[in-house]
């Protein structure tokens, strides 16, 4: 493997485990301000940090026509304010086990979008890998108590946990055709800022002047957070994955996000780190190798195609 491709699945890797913190930042935001409007700040933030980098990094960057700012307006429903929304309600409304497996299963929809309207490649090593880190993230969400999802009846909430499916694995799938033509932090910045136009008539629905005047240091820090780490550099880096590897492959590394979750929940929430979680990180990390790694299975195949030549 060469060392542009490790460097790509390392950034997937920092990426999508960057994105466990956001459960960590988002309980602290939430006690200031209403869930649309923590997510428009987060993105307003982001806003005011990627137009200045998109203008220094791409210095030759082409002109979007019409159709361009379409795909980008798609992408900011999609990942930016139609996922944050659905996202924020089914926290809200959802058991946490519910709503983690639903988003638990974002790579299987993605893999199935890359394959339909992307053409993409599915290998057998990508599903075996995706089932194992999917197996992985199930167990972490439930705690190692796997019966307990038999346990969990359909709910009209569970149309607003598909929403937020939906629009993640559409985000993804758009997201590759754009690159084709734009950079990751051209495709994230304009992602970004129609996001932020969507979410600010929430925003202003919800929230009031003196909301924000009354807002502790630790929610506005939490917010720049989500803004820096979690959205700038992180989507950047995951968009830049989808240019070099694919939708789906890059996908897979999704189920990085609740196992990052945890451990920093035990680090600064107090929760405790089980048995179960470090069981479900080791599948979820052996799934995101086998995913990866499209020679894993061709050279024991090989080996026993030798053996049998001499046989």
Known sequence: MNKKLWLTYGMLAFATSTWGSAFIAGKYAVQSFEPATVAFFRFLGAVILLVPLMFVMEKNRQKPNLKDYGLFAVLGLTGIALYNIFFFLASKHAPVIKSSLFIASNPVLIVLLSALFLKETITRNNIIGLAIAL???????????????????????????????????????????????FSSVESTTYAVAFGTLFLLPFALAETSWQDVQQATGTTWFAII??????????????????????????????N????????????????????????????????????????????KQAGKLVKNEIA
């Open 135 to 181: 197996s992985g993230a199930i167990f972490i969400i439930t705690d190692g108590h796997l019966l307990s999802l038999f346990k969990l009846g359909f709910e009209p909430i569970d149309f607003v946990l598909m929403g937020a499916v939906v629009s993640w694995a559409l985000y993804s799938v758009v997201g590759k055709v754009v690159l084709k033509k």
């Open 256 to 299: 990085v996000m609740p196992v990052s979750a945890v451990i920093m929940a035990t680090l600064f929430l107090g929760e405790s780190f089980t048995a179960a979680h470090a069981i479900g990180a080791a599948l979820v990390l052996s799934g995101v190798y086998i995913g990866t790694n499209p020679r894993l299975f061709k050279k």
């Open 225 to 254: 957070h989500m803004s820096v780490l979690v959205t700038v550099v992180s989507f950047v880096m995951y968009y830049n994955g989808i240019k070099e590897v694919g939708a789906a492959k890059a996908s897979i590394f999704i």
